[in-house]
């Protein structure tokens, strides 16, 4: 089990004696769960040594507990010291399930063993054609966009959201993104803002801001999804944000480095804890559209210097946690020098839009190519933020047709995993104790399952 940073030394308050405990493990392997045997598994061990002096680490890292893959050796300094080890492993040649396990020494003593699960299926393209995960947002912030679901969202027990979980695991969506873990009115114009001066209300029981969202139900949304997924098995990227919109800037920085902190300190312990997901998302061009071009650039230049420093931070809470962020996939060509630097410190861009792409840009699989390919030389992972609605006139959003959604899943097949935005208020299971959104909401819930049985028969 991960140890977040406040367990790393408890203080005995009788006789102040410091105990020690473990120091940190961990294993991530991206992508996560059921992939194909066209992509490569980017296996990474974390260590933090918590003690005061210098410990000697002895990293082994075994597939099906019978072939070594990877043996390292690693001296950490104490006081938090920390590393990632990566091993890249191609799934090619492999199927079915299979474990990856690490083993860890501390100064010639094994101190911990973890595993990963995953399951290899064939396939002549890196997509899995299926949606592996959704978007959770706890209360959509646009109340137009929410028309159709923000009111039975609010009405959510934590009893509920677990449910909701369960729902998703039901139809293989086994990864949760939170959408955000605060609330800030502000859209745009996080320049303009303190540390002392945000004003965003939290999801969750926040001890660095004391305002809560006061419309919705649950007490601690959260936890509920967190302690859910441990006992599925699944994986939850935790939003971190929202600061404002669109902004990168170094306050913004130095918000996220707080919440990331925080939001470590209270889940950190649930296995499920899978990534820090950056809440802001970001246009194609990586910045936001001012007449200025000095201005667009600076922009460019914020987004670069953000994640090389969120990097770093995270590595100290948890060096083997990726990084993803959401942009759209319109716009790419104006900012094709930018990409290989941020690329460098993003461990996961997910894009959304490609369905809607402008008349004058790239078609959606010219950038999703595209940016596969920048993805490839950089070594980070593209995943696809699959779009499972449509507008409506009003600008409230609505279920997509299965049909266009199984069109996409089709067409742009280049995505070593999929996941979808979002679960609650366009999917519905009919099994539970509330409906969320409107009744064609279940039908599509109906619709995606029958579609993932043709596709297992298909398999066969």
């Not at 079915?96 to 003593?109: A, F, H, Y």
């Not at 706890?138 to 028309?147: C, V």
């Not at 969202?213 to 699944?234: G, R």
């Not at 779009?387 to 199984?406: G, T």
Request: charged share 25%; glycine share 6%.
């Amino acid at each position: 089990m991960n140890r977040g940073p406040l367990t790393a030394l408890l203080i005995c308050s009788l006789c102040s004696i410091a105990c020690k405990v473990d120091n940190y493990v961990g294993l991530t392997v991206v992508p996560y769960g059921t992939v194909t045997d066209q992509i490569t598994l980017d296996i990474r061990a974390g260590l933090i040594n918590y003690d005061k002096e210098k410990t000697d680490f002895d990293v082994e890292l075994w597939l099906n507990g019978d072939t070594l893959l990877e043996k390292e050796s690693i001296s950490l300094m104490g006081g938090g010291d920390n590393c990632c080890v990566k091993y890249s492993f191609p799934a090619a040649g492999l199927s079915g399930d299979n474990c990856l396990t690490l083993k860890v020494w501390e100064n010639g003593k094994l101190a911990k063993t973890e595993n990963e699960n995953f399951k290899v299926i064939p396939s002549d393209v890196r997509t899995d054609k299926q949606i592996d995960g959704a978007w959770c947002g706890i209360y959509h912030w646009s109340e137009q966009e929410g028309l159709h679901w923000n009111k039975d969202i609010a009405k959510m027990s934590d009893s509920q959201w677990k449910e909701l979980v369960r729902a998703m695991h039901s139809i293989r969506m086994d990864a949760v993104v939170i959408q955000e873990v605060f609330r800030n009115q502000e859209y745009v114009g996080g320049h303009n803002m303190s540390l002392e001066s945000y004003s965003g209300k939290a999801f969750y029981p926040s001890k660095l801001y004391p305002a809560r969202m006061d419309n919705i139900s649950a007490k601690d949304p959260v936890e509920a999804i967190l302690s859910q997924a441990d006992e599925l098995d699944m994986k939850v990227m935790l939003g971190v944000g929202m600061w404002a919109w669109f902004d990168f800037s170094p306050m913004s920085l130095e918000w996220h480095k707080k919440i990331a902190r925080e939001l470590w300190e209270m889940y950190g312990h649930h296995k499920s804890f899978y990534a820090f997901y950056i809440s802001e998302e970001c246009d194609g061009s990586l910045t936001t559209y001012d007449p200025d071009p000095a201005v667009m650039q600076n922009r460019k230049e914020e987004i670069v210097h953000f994640f090389k420093e969120m990097k770093e931070y995270c590595a100290t809470l948890a060096p083997d946690k990726p990084l993803m962020l959401a942009t759209n996939s319109m716009n790419i060509t104006q900012s094709l020098d930018v990409y290989p630097r941020l690329l460098q410190n993003l461990d996961i861009l997910c894009p959304f839009g490609f369905a809607r792409m402008p008349e004058n840009d790239l078609s959606g699989k010219e950038a999703a190519d595209l940016l596969q390919s920048l993805c490839d030389e950089a070594g980070s992972h593209l995943w696809f933020d699959l779009e499972a609605f449509l507008f409506n006139p009003d600008m409230s959003l609505y279920p997509k047709p299965i049909e266009q959604i199984i069109s996409e899943l089709r067409l742009l097949d280049n995505f070593e995993k999929v996941l979808t935005y979002q679960f609650p208020g366009v999917f519905n299971d009919p099994e539970m104790s509330i409906q969320i959104g409107e009744d064609r909401t279940v039908q599509l819930f109906l619709d995606y399952r029958d579609y993932l049985k043709k596709l297992d028969e298909s398999n066969k």
